[in-house]
């Protein structure tokens, strides 16, 4: 998605149709990809359309950089290829920060003997495991307050906040209490309830608290095209000069929470709008 803030002279649309003439809001970010690629993004231009090349396994693992298109101006380095690392990665978080990160917060999506969240130094690719013992890790996102929240895409999946990643190792997570034991800093590592229990897939969270989330299951009709699954939105707590210490705004975890539904007024592929 195009921060449409950060373009001169373009403003946020306010009306359904305000998408300068474009059919959709779609058709907007790519004409903005096109027409300021390298103002917007640093790269030449756009590429046309998506790759359809096709390569071996064998080619892959001789050099994973094989599996990624690339658009002129940009390009790839292998991470890390340790063998520790978890088989099905999915969402990263850059650590500490976006300009010079250190670490990559990662999600693995396997099952609970399985690594379920690590952390890539990216100087040398070395890997360790940060938490064991969630399913389907999908969701990683730093917070503005500077820790990371993970998720589970499953049915009962659990959200996650990890207070500080880079002293949290090897914590084993009982995905059925919600608790944390074991390894260094289990005490890092809280489950947020309030939020409820469903399979996470997308996060948004904003600088304000607010937290906008998807549920992968939801709804069961395929219909629906602006997300995978319902979204509503949650105000999230500050943190207090403890970073141990989490104090909610006006909320109370353990009972009422803010959660504000967000209606989807259509499902059609031409008119993508929410309220």
Same mark, same amino acid.
């Given at each position: ?105 990662? @999600? ?28 389907? @890790? ?22 996650? %906040? ?53 549920? %992968? ?9 602006? @997300? ?48």
């Amino acid at each position: 998605m195009v921060g449409l803030s950060l373009l001169p002279g373009v403003a946020a649309a306010d009306r359904d149709d305000d998408f300068r003439g474009f059919k959709d809001f779609g058709s907007f970010r790519d004409h903005l990809l096109k027409e300021q690629s390298r103002k917007l993004f640093g790269v030449d231009e756009p590429l046309a359309a998506s790759s359809t090349e096709s390569i071996t396994a064998a080619v892959a693992n001789a050099d994973p950089t094989r599996l990624v298109t690339l658009a002129r101006g940009l390009h790839a380095r292998v991470v890390s290829a340790a063998t520790n690392l978890g088989a099905n990665t999915d969402m990263i978080a850059l650590w500490p920060d976006d300009r010079n990160p250190t670490h990559l917060i990662v @999600c693995n999506e396997q099952g609970t003997t399985s690594p379920g969240v690590q952390r890539v130094r990216i100087a040398d690719g070395l890997v360790e495991t940060i938490l064991t013992g969630t399913t389907a @890790c999908d969701p990683a996102h730093r917070t503005p307050w500077g820790t990371i929240i993970v998720g589970e895409e499953a049915v009962d999946g659990n959200l996650i %906040e990890i207070i500080n990643p880079l002293q949290t190792t090897n914590v084993l997570f009982n995905r059925v209490t919600g608790t944390s034991s074991g390894g260094i800093g289990a005490a890092n590592v809280i489950t947020r309830p309030a939020v409820g229990r469903l399979a996470f897939e997308g996060i948004a969270l904003y600088p304000n608290g607010v937290m906008y989330y998807g549920d %992968e299951n939801r709804p069961l009709n395929g219909t629906l095209v602006v @997300c995978s699954g319902f979204m509503i939105s949650m105000r999230w707590p500050s943190v207090t000069s403890s970073p141990t210490m989490i104090v909610p705004q006006g909320v109370r975890w353990a009972g009422s929470h803010e959660v504000v539904p967000v209606r989807i007024v259509s499902t059609s592929p031409s008119d993508r709008r929410m309220r």
